[in-house]
């Protein structure tokens, strides 16, 4: 650099300011499917908490009985491992499905998005549609400006109570849950969950909506290491639609020197994210196709073949192979081996589920005392076996044990362990002191159901002989 140059400071945010972003409503085939998702994950959610199974409630996670009850299953903390392999199912599925379409979760199914889509709808149907919204947050402050904006936020914050006490609903149970919020008596507990989870679908889904997408969700960063070149999606066809101009309707774009892009900007007003697809595949597209429905409108009203946006992949694009090879190319290493994977998880978890014993059996040694004379010379050891009856019928156990010749089992009367309940149940097991040497003699207890003899459990320990 010159001895005489000077250097010009430059001045760098490092947070943007929002922009408001005001979605325009669009309807289509992409649309449809987007509002049948929302509609059937939203009556699962709000539904399943009120279903009855067994004289009780069919989906209820008991924390303090440590009990989690799905229709005819309950589950323990010990069985925890169901639950490791649920998440990694689902983890799997996301992989596969991102390498398949891109965000078709965060698109459709996300509870970020499907709260956001209901906000909108209530925005729509008390404000109007994206112009409305956009003269009425520009007028001054009115009394009808206030109602409306009060009726909006009362109805979303209304909506966001619901949710937070389904929510919390499925952790109390909820005819219990209502009883207590119809008298006023809701403990401190309930109160601050349906408070907080009904904040945080307020600020979530009503004032920061993309912002979560954009800033917050971590899978938008790295979602781009599961594309590759034969992902599908959202593309605009720049080969197709450049140059971009304004044509009147019926008009040949060929013509002009223009391609099918009408630059009317649709495909950004129906963004919920605010971005242009235009300029390519961005972090920020959720994947929702609203562009796709948008485009395609304006396509059919100018005489336009369809899909100028559309799914495709960058190679069906770039021309290196015809849009009608798209699905053959969906058979590719990496998402057969996420099938491959996904497939062997979903049967082993679908294997453990239905080769599960509704029984368990924990067995504790007495620690006062390690071994015992009897009055008429035996060795005795004493244990507690903890019963567990993971089905929702009382159930009656015989206990015996083996494993050394002579053991003896002190009382061995069949016990009835209560539906889903756990016994703690006190056993002495003796032996002649001639029959075994001094010191630890591996044993095992066998818990098994007189009804049922495909319910049963064994379980080892030791026995000691001084």
Partial sequence: MPPDAVSTPVETELYEVRRAIYPRAVHGWFAGWRVALVLATQLLYYGAAWLEWNGRQAV???????????????????????????????????????????????????????????????????????????KLDAQPASARKLRLKALKHALWIAFALWTGFTFVGYFTPIHTLAHEAAALTLGPWESFWILFYGLATYGNAGWMREQVCKYMCPYARFQSVMFDSDTLVITYDARRGEPRGSRSRGADPRQAGLGDCVDCGICVQVCPTGIDIRRGLQYECIGCAACIDGCDQVMDKMGYARGLIRYSTENAVLGRYREGEILRRVLRPRTLVYGAILVAVTCAFLALLYLRVPLKVDVIRDRATLTRETADGLIENVYRLQLMNTTEQAREFAITADGI??????????????????????????????????????????????????????EKSVFYVR
Avoid: N
Wanted: net charge positive; glycine share 4%.
């Fill in 405 to 458: 010749k002579g053991l003896q089992l002190v009382a061995p009367l069949p016990v009835t362990v209560p539906a889903a309940a756990t016994l703690s149940v006190p056993v002495a097991l003796r032996i002649d002191p001639q029959a075994a040497a001094p010191g630890s003699h591996p044993i095992r207890f066998h818990v098994e159901d007189r009804a049922d003899a495909r319910i049963r459990a064994d």
């Fill in 60 to 134: 209820l996670f008991d924390l303090a009985a440590r009990k989690f009850y799905i229709f005819g299953l309950v589950f323990w903390p010990q069985d925890f491992i169901f639950l490791t392999t649920l998440l990694v199912i689902s983890a799997l599925s996301l992989f596969l499905f991102t390498a398949l379409a891109g965000r078709l979760w965060c698109g459709y199914a996300c509870p970020q998005t499907v709260y956001t889509e209901i906000f909108m709808w209530i925005e729509r149907a008390v404000e109007g549609d994206r112009l409305r919204r956009m």
